[in-house]
C-alpha cells in the first residue's frame, strides 16, 4: 500500500509495497487530494532510469538505505555481532549488507498520522521497527527500534533516520559556536559528497548542529523551500546532509555512537531517539510555524513564566542573607517573581573548585538553614528557585571521598572548570543524588530547579550517562511535579528536543551581553518557542565581553524571551529601578501575546539591522524590535517592514517605550513619531514598511501594533 500522510500543508508519502524497506516517495508541500491510483502513478514517477555502471535495477532509496540495496551513500544502519561470538563470521557479513525483508505495517484509522513498519533480516537475525508520526502542524518525527532476535548480542555503531529532499535543496544552514557566543550560523553549498555534523561532546555542546537545513539557495527567514532536520537527542549526534553522484540527495541524523559503545543484548532492543524532520516553503519562520505550536502543545507547565532575579552575576559566591536582603527588597520593588539563588549554597562550595556533590544546605553560608531566605523571598512576594548541578562532582568533595569510584574515567584524566562527571551509571551513584535532591525539594518550598552541566564528559558512554541523566530528571519530575526545571548547560551546551521533553526553561547562553543575545535568540528560536529562553537584563558592562550597553537595549533584547534579571540591582540608580519597574510590567502587559504569538524575523536589507517580532494567533496584536547591530550601511536605513500582519486588515502602530531612552544618530525623529502613531494596512507594512528613528549602533527600538475593530 501507499500511504499518504498529510497536516497543515505537508505531505508525506510512504511506499509500503512488495517485500522491501518502505520508502519515502514524497516529503514536502502537500500534494493535494490523491486516490488510489493517482499514488500508484506518483510512485511510478519516483522510479529513475538505469544508469550505465550502477546496479541493474533502479535506484531506489529506502528508509534505511545500505550497502545492500545498491545504496553507496552513507548507511542509514551498521550493526555489528561478534566474529568470535556464536554467529561467527558468516553473520558478520550478513550484517555488513543487510537485507531487509518488509514484515508488517500498522496504520491505526483511529491515528491516521502514525505509520509503523517492521522489517527484519532473518539471516542476521535482526528486526528494525520504524514509527513515523507527522503531527497537527506538519512536524514529522521518526525512530527507529532495533530488535536482536539473533543469539549473541548485537554491537550497534548507527540506527539513524534517513530522509530524501529534492536535488534543489542546494544550499545548507547549520550552527557552530562558542561558549557565550552559542548558535552561529554557518552556510555552504551543499556539492557531491556528505557535509556531516558530530557532536562529541556528551552534551549537546556550545558549537552545536542544532538544526540542519538544507534549501533552494538563498532561502531566508521569510521565504525559499527548506528541509531540516534535528536530533532530539542531549548527548552525542550526527547529522548529515548528502548529494550522492548518483542524484539523490538526503538528510541523515541521529545518536552518535562510539565504536563498541552500544550492544543489544540477545532478545533485547534499542529504541533510538526521535528525529524531528520539519519542512516549510516560507523560510526558516515557516520552521518555526510548525515547531513552536507542537513544543508548546507538549509542555510540561501551563503556567505563564514568572518574571525572574538569579543571583549569580549579581554576587557569583558571595551568598549570605545579609548580602541579598538589597537584593530582594529591589527584586519586590521592580515586580519580579521568582527568586533564584545560583551556585554557592550547599556544603563547602566556596568557589567552582570544590563541593559539587555535596547537595546539602552549607552551614557556615547560611547558618539557620535556607528557611529564613525562602520566607523573606515568599514574604516579598515571590517564588523560590536554587540552582544545581547534579551530574557533576568536585574531587575536593565529601562525595568524591567517599565513593572515588563514583567519578567518571580514570584517576588523572583532566579536569574541566575543576569538576569530573559523576558517572550516574555507577551502582548506587544515581540514586544518591535523587535522595539529595528530593530531600531538598521536600524539605524547602522551592518552585524551580535551575540544572546546569558545566562540562563535557570526555570519557564513558555518553548514550548511558545522558540515558541515565534523563533517568533523574524523570524520576524527580514523577515525585516533584509541580517543580519547574531549566536545563542549563554552561549556557546553551544542552538545548534539544529531547531536553525539552523534561524541562521547561533552557539557558541559551551564559552571556548577558544584548548585542550577542539578539543572535542567539533569533536562531535558537528555530527550533524553541521564545518563551523556554532565559532571557536576563544584565548590569551595563557584560561580565562575559566587557561591552557596555544601554539600558534600553539590555530591555529590548530581554523582552523576548523567558525574561529575568540578573544584575545586581541593589547597586541600581533609583531612576534605573523605575524603568526596569516599567519594564517588567509593560512584559507582564504583553506576555500572553510574547509567549503564545507567531515569531517573525525579517530578512535584513541592511545586514546590521535586525528586525523581529512577535504576531498574536488572531493577528489582531503584535510587538516588533528593530535594533541596529552595528554602523548603519546608509545614513538613511531601510525602512522597516513588519511582516507576518492579516495583509487586509489595518493596524495602529505605535512606539512602545520602556522607560529608558534609546540612542539615536539624528538630527529629528521621523515625522509620524510627533503623531505618536500611525496607521496602516498589514500589506503596506510588510511590503512597504515604517520609518524608524536612525539608531546608534547596539540600540533597539520597539513597536506595538494593534488592529483596528472594523
Ligand atoms: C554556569 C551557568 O551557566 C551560570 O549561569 C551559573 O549558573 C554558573 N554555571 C554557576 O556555576
Known amino acids: 500500500m501507499i500511504h499518504y500522510l498529510r497536516a497543515a500543508g505537508v505531505s508525506i508519502v510512504v511506499d509500503t509495497r512488495g517485500t522491501g524497506v518502505p520508502a519515502v516517495l514524497h516529503w514536502g508541500r502537500d500534494l493535494g487530494a490523491l486516490d488510489g491510483p493517482a499514488l500508484e502513478s506518483l510512485a511510478l514517477t519516483t522510479v529513475p532510469a538505469v544508469a550505465y555502471s550502477s546496479i541493474d535495477e533502479p535506484l531506489r532509496l529506502s528508509s534505511l538505505p545500505t550497502f545492500g540495496e545498491g545504496w553507496s551513500g552513507r548507511p542509514a544502519v551498521q550493526l555489528f555481532r561478534d566474529a568470535a561470538g556464536p554467529d561467527g563470521p558468516a553473520s558478520s557479513r550478513a550484517l555488513a549488507a543487510p537485507r531487509f525483508e518488509l514484515v508488517a505495517v500498522r496504520r491505526d484509522p483511529d491515528a491516521p498520522a502514525r505509520l509503523v513498519w517492521e522489517v527484519a533480516d532473518a539471516e542476521a537475525s535482526v528486526a528494525v521497527i520504524t514509527e513515523l508520526e507527522l503531527t497537527e502542524t506538519g512536524v514529522l518525527r521518526m525512530r527507529h527500534v532495533v530488535e536482536n532476535r539473533g543469539v549473541g548480542p548485537l554491537g550497534v555503531g548507527r540506527v539513524a533516520v534517513v530522509l530524501p529532499v529534492p536535488p534543489r535543496a542546494a544550499e545548507l544552514l547549520d550552527f557552530s559556536g562558542l561558549w557565550s557566543h552559542e548558535r552561529r550560523p554557518v552556510r555552504r553549498r551543499l556539492e557531491h559528497g556528505v557535509h556531516a555534523r558530530e557532536g562529541r561532546h556528551g552534551r549537546r555542546g556550545h558549537d552545536d548542529a542544532f538544526l540542519l537545513v538544507a534549501g533552494m539557495p538563498g532561502f531566508g527567514f521569510r521565504s525559499g523551500e527548506v528541509w531540516a532536520m534535528h536530533v532530539a537527542w542531549s548527548g552525542d549526534t550526527e547529522l548529515w546532509a548528502e548529494r550522492s553522484a548518483l542524484g539523490p540527495a538526503t538528510l541523515g541524523g541521529g545518536e552518535l555512537l562510539a565504536p563498541g559503545e552500544l550492544s543489544i543484548p540477545s532478545g533485547g532492543r534499542h529504541i533510538t531517539p ?414 512597504v514598511g515604517i520609518p524608524a528613528p536612525l539608531l546608534a549602533p547596539e540600540n533597539a527600538t520597539l513597536f506595538e501594533l494593534t488592529a483596528v475593530m472594523s
Not at 286 to 297: A, D, K, Q, T
Not at 543 to 554: C, D, K
Not at 640 to 667: C, F, H, K, N, S
Open 274 to 687: 526521535w528525529v524531528v524532520g520539519v519542512t516549510s516553503h516560507a523560510g526558516l519562520d515557516g520552521l518555526s510555524e510548525r515547531l513552536h505550536p507542537w513544543v508548546r502543545s507538549r509542555s510540561t507547565i501551563a503556567r505563564e513564566r514568572p518574571v525572574v532575579l538569579n543571583t549569580w552575576e549579581a554576587v557569583y559566591f558571595d551568598q549570605s542573607l545579609d548580602r541579598l536582603e538589597p537584593l530582594i527588597a529591589a527584586a519586590e520593588r521592580v515586580g519580579v517573581e521568582r527568586f533564584v539563588l545560583d551556585d554557592g549554597w550547599f556544603h563547602g562550595r566556596r568557589d567552582d573548585r570544590r563541593a559539587l556533590g555535596d547537595w546539602t544546605v552549607d552551614t557556615a553560608t547560611w547558618p539557620d538553614g535556607l528557611r529564613p531566605l525562602i520566607e523573606r523571598v515568599h514574604e516579598a512576594g515571590m517564588d523560590f528557585g536554587i540552582w544545581v548541578e547534579p551530574e557533576m562532582v568536585n574531587l575536593d568533595s565529601d562525595l568524591a571521598r567517599a565513593h572515588p569510584d563514583w567519578v567518571l574515567g580514570r584517576p588523572g584524566d583532566p579536569a574541566w572548570r575543576h569538576q569530573h562527571v559523576l558517572d550516574l551509571t555507577a551502582p548506587g551513584a544515581a540514586d544518591h543524588v535523587f535522595a539529595r535532591l528530593d530531600a531538598l525539594l521536600s524539605e524547602h518550598d522551592i518552585a524551580y530547579l535551575k540544572w546546569d552541566l558545566n562540562r563535557d564528559l570526555l570519557g564513558g558512554s555518553a548514550h548511558a550517562q545522558t540515558t541515565a541523566a534523563y533517568g533523574l530528571i524523570d524520576r524527580l519530575r514523577a515525585r516533584h511535579p509541580g517543580v519547574e526545571i531549566e536545563s542549563c548547560a554552561s549556557g546553551g551546551a544542552r538545548i534539544d528536543l529531547g531536553i525539552l521533553e523534561r524541562v521547561d526553561r533552557v539557558w541559551p547562553s551564559d552571556t548577558n551581553d544584548p548585542l550577542e543575545r539578539q543572535s542567539i535568540h533569533r536562531y535558537t528560536s528555530l527550533v524553541v518557542p521564545p518563551e523556554y529562553l532565559g532571557a536576563h537584563l544584565g548590569a551595563a558592562r557584560a561580565h562575559t565581553t566587557g561591552r557596555v550597553s544601554e539600558l534600553s537595549f539590555r530591555f529590548a533584547t530581554a523582552l523576548f524571551g523567558s525574561a529575568g534579571i540578573e544584575w545586581n540591582l541593589a547597586e541600581a540608580s533609583d531612576a534605573e529601578l523605575e524603568a526596569v519597574a516599567r519594564w517588567v510590567g509593560e512584559y507582564r502587559r504583553l506576555r500572553p501575546l510574547l509567549h503564545g504569538g507567531t515569531v517573525v524575523r525579517v530578512d535584513p536589507d541592511d545586514p546590521a539591522q535586525l528586525v523581529h517580532g512577535v504576531v498574536a494567533p488572531d493577528r489582531s496584536h503584535a510587538v516588533f524590535s528593530v535594533a541596529m547591530l552595528g554602523t548603519a550601511r546608509s545614513a538613511l536605513p531601510p525602512s522597516v517592514r513588519i511582516p507576518g500582519l492579516d495583509p487586509d486588515r489595518r493596524y495602529v502602530v505605535r512606539p512602545l517605550e520602556l522607560g529608558a531612552p534609546v540612542r539615536t544618530v539624528q538630527v529629528a525623529d521621523p515625522p509620524w513619531f510627533a503623531v505618536g502613531s500611525l496607521e496602516s494596512t498589514g500589506r503596506i507594512l510588510a511590503e
